[in-house]
C-alpha cells in the first residue's frame, strides 16, 4: 500500500483536520492520475488506474466533496495495493473496492441498529470506537464507524443481516488482545462487541464437552470447571474469548500435550454475513469424532472473522492432572537448551509444557516479575500424571538436561510457586516491553518442524545481534514455535524499518525450512505477503474462492487474510 496515501483509519473522520490531510496528500492524486497499465497483473490491456478509479467512484453517490476527495484517496491506497502485485485476482478485487461511500453512517441504518439492541447498546462516540479500532499490535488504531453489543446469537443475526443489506462491514471484537491487527476496522463499519454474550451451557462432564459463548474468557471457564474435575487447557497467556481463540486458531504453553483450538473445538455456531447461523457439524452435536462430509468446522477456526461471526464454540475438556510438578533450568548456550527440547520429545516424555527463554528475556523476566533465575537460555517445564508417572518422567527429563549441560533442577512443586513461575512466563511480553519505557512492540510468530528448531533459533539469536535490534527471544518450542518481542521506538522510522525486515527475514527463513510464518498469532493485516508464499497461487485462489461464496460482499472483516 502507498506508504504516504492516508490509511484507513482516518475512515469515519470529517472536519478541517481531515481537510488538512487531504489537501496534504493532492500530489499522491495528481502521480496516480498518470496512466499506469494494470496488464502485467490484470490481462486488462488498455485499461489504467485513473480508468479503474473513476469507473468506481462514479458508481457512488457523494453528499459532498469532503467525502468523495476521503473516498478516493481510500481507492488510491487499495488500487496501489493491487498494482504492486499483492491482488492478482481482477474480479475478487473489484468486489474488494467497491466499496460504500465513506464517512459517518446513514442515519436509518443507526436506527435500525438500535431498533434491535436498544439505543444504550448502540455507540458512535469516537472515544468507544476508537477503543475498539486497536489491539495490541503495532498496527494503527482504525476505528470502526460504530459498535454495537448484542445480547444473544438472535440479535446478531439480525444485526448482520441489517449490514448485510446496507453493504457495511462487520468487525467481530472480544478482548482485544490479539497481536496481528484482527480488529481495526480498515473499512470503517460496525464492530460487533460480543463480550456480553457470556454464558456457559450444554456442559457435559461425562461426554468432556461445553459450550460457551463470545464473552466467556479461558479464566472464566476453568473457575466454572474447578470442581468437576475437569479443565480446558489451550492457555495463549493473555485471558482472551474462547470463540475469538477459536476465531484465530491460538495455542500457548500448553499446546505440546493437549493441542491447539484446532484439536479441541468440536462444533462451532457461526453467523454468517447475511445473518443466516450455521452449526458447522449441526445443531447440538458434539461427538468424538466424525466422517461426514467436509469439515466446516476446521474452516472457521483459524478463519479470523473473514468468514463469519462465532457465536458459540462447543469444545473438548480434559481430565485434571492427579499431580502436577514444574521446574526451571539453565543452559550454557542457546543450542544447548533447544537441542534439550528435541531430545526430551524424542524421547518421548508427556510434557505437559517446555518453554524456552534467552538470556535477555530471563533478565527481563527477573527484573519485571521479581524473580531471581540464572540469566542464561533456560527452560520452564511442566508435568501431568500420577505421582508415581511423574517421578519416572522427571528421571528420563533429567538425564537428558544434564546431558546437554544443563543446571540441576529448581523446582516450583506447589501451586502458588508454579502460579509465580507461569505468570512470569506469560508476562514475558509486558517485562520485554519494560526494557525500554515508551516503547512499542511486535512479537514475531514461526513455526518449523521441531528438528529444525535448533537451527533457526541459533540462526535468529545472531540475526538480532547483528541488526542491532532488541528481541527476546521465548517459545513454545514444544511444538517448534517461537517469538521474538521486538522491541522499538514508534518514533524511530529507521528502527521500524530495521524490525519489519527482520521480521520478514525470519518468517522466509521458516518458510525455507518447511515451517509456517505464523504458528498461533494469524495472519492479521501484516503477513498477507507471506500467506502467498507459504501457500502458493492456488491455494491463495482457493481461500478467496471459499471468502467470496460465503461472504460475497467481503463484509466480514475485510482487509484481514487476504
Same mark, same amino acid.
Given at each position: ?25 493532492? !500530489? ?15 490481462? @486488462?490491456?488498455?485499461? !489504467? ?37 499483492? #491482488? ?11 466499496? !460504500?461511500?465513506?464517512?459517518? @453512517? ?50 446478531? !443475526? ?136 467436509? #469439515?466446516?468446522?476446521? =474452516? ?74 540464572? %540469566? ?17 518422567? %522427571? ?23 508454579? #502460579? ?36 533457526? %533459533? ?18 513454545? %518450542? ?6 521474538? =518481542? ?6 524511530? @522510522? ?30 492479521? =493485516? ?13 491455494? =491463495? ?22
Amino acid at each position: 500500500m502507498c506508504q504516504q496515501c492516508p490509511s484507513a483509519m482516518y475512515i469515519g473522520q470529517t472536519g478541517q483536520s481531515l481537510r488538512k490531510r487531504i489537501n496534504g496528500h493532492k !500530489s499522491d492524486i495528481r502521480n496516480h492520475n498518470t496512466q499506469k497499465p494494470v496488464g502485467e497483473h490484470f490481462n @486488462l490491456s488498455g485499461h !489504467s488506474m485513473t480508468d479503474l478509479r473513476v469507473a468506481i467512484l462514479q458508481q457512488k453517490n457523494f453528499k459532498n466533496r469532503l467525502q468523495r476527495e476521503t473516498a478516493e484517496l481510500e481507492l488510491i491506497c487499495k488500487l496501489d495495493t493491487i498494482n504492486s502485485g499483492l #491482488n492478482k485476482d481482477w474480479e475478487w478485487s473489484l468486489q474488494t473496492l467497491n466499496l !460504500s461511500p465513506l464517512g459517518q @453512517l446513514p442515519g436509518e441504518l443507526v436506527e435500525a441498529l438500535r431498533a434491535v439492541v436498544g439505543s444504550q447498546n448502540v455507540s458512535t462516540a469516537l472515544a468507544v470506537r476508537e477503543q475498539h479500532g486497536r489491539d495490541e499490535s503495532m498496527h494503527r488504531c482504525s476505528p470502526p464507524d460504530a459498535v454495537v453489543w448484542p445480547q444473544d446469537v438472535e440479535q446478531v !443475526s439480525k444485526l448482520a443481516g441489517i449490514c448485510y443489506s446496507h453493504s457495511v462491514p462487520i468487525i467481530p471484537f472480544s478482548t482485544g488482545t490479539g497481536l496481528e491487527g484482527g480488529i481495526t476496522a480498515v473499512r470503517g463499519g460496525v464492530c460487533f462487541n460480543l463480550t456480553r454474550m457470556d454464558r456457559i451451557t450444554a456442559l457435559s462432564t461425562e461426554d468432556f464437552t461445553v459450550a460457551v459463548e463470545p464473552g466467556v474468557t479461558r479464566k472464566a471457564l476453568n473457575s466454572y470447571l474447578r470442581d468437576t474435575g475437569l479443565w480446558f487447557p489451550v492457555d495463549p497467556g493473555a485471558d482472551a474469548s474462547l470463540c475469538g481463540m477459536a476465531a484465530t486458531s491460538a495455542s500457548g504453553t500448553n499446546a505440546v500435550r493437549y493441542g491447539t483450538m484446532r484439536h479441541n473445538v468440536i462444533n462451532l455456531q457461526v453467523v454468517l454475513a447475511d445473518g443466516r447461523v450455521l452449526h458447522t457439524a449441526g445443531r447440538g452435536r458434539h461427538f468424538r469424532k466424525s466422517a461426514a462430509g467436509y #469439515n466446516l468446522t476446521g =474452516l472457521f477456526v483459524g478463519s479470523e472473522g473473514t468468514l463469519g461471526l462465532i457465536t458459540q464454540a462447543t469444545l473438548r475438556l480434559h481430565g485434571s492432572p492427579e499431580a502436577t510438578v514444574a521446574a526451571v533450568c539453565a543452559f550454557p548456550s542457546v543450542h544447548a537448551a533447544v537441542g534439550c527440547t528435541v531430545q526430551v520429545l524424542q524421547a518421548g516424555i508427556p510434557m505437559a509444557r517446555i518453554e524456552f527463554l534467552d538470556d535477555v528475556m530471563m533478565a527481563a523476566c527477573n527484573r519485571f516479575s521479581g524473580l531471581s533465575y540464572t %540469566v542464561s537460555p533456560t527452560l520452564f517445564l511442566e508435568f501431568h500424571g500420577s505421582p508415581g508417572s511423574l517421578e519416572e518422567q %522427571v528421571r528420563q527429563a533429567e538425564e537428558i538436561v544434564q546431558l546437554n549441560g544443563g543446571s540441576d533442577f529448581a523446582w516450583a512443586r506447589d501451586l502458588e510457586a508454579r #502460579n509465580k513461575l507461569w505468570a512470569a512466563r506469560h508476562n514475558a511480553w509486558y517485562a520485554a516491553l519494560a526494557l525500554r519505557p515508551g516503547s512499542k512492540g511486535y512479537s514475531t510468530d514461526v513455526c518449523v518442524p521441531i528438528s529444525r528448531l535448533p537451527h533457526i %533459533v541459533g540462526e535468529t539469536h545472531r540475526d538480532l545481534q547483528e541488526s542491532g535490534l532488541t528481541g527476546p527471544i521465548v517459545g513454545h %518450542v514444544g511444538d517448534g514455535n517461537f517469538h521474538c =518481542l521486538l522491541v522499538f521506538d514508534p518514533a524511530d @522510522l529507521a528502527e521500524i524499518q530495521r524490525v519489519k525486515e527482520f521480521a520478514t527475514r525470519l518468517a522466509r527463513q521458516a518458510l525455507a525450512l518447511d515451517g509456517t510464518c505464523t504458528g498461533e498469532h494469524g495472519i492479521g =493485516l501484516g503477513k498477507r505477503h507471506l500467506l502467498r508464499e507459504e501457500i502458493g497461487e492456488l491455494g =491463495l485462489t482457493i481461500m478467496r474462492q471459499i471468502k467470496a461464496t460465503l461472504d460475497p460482499k467481503n463484509l466480514m472483516n475485510p482487509g484481514k487474510v487476504l
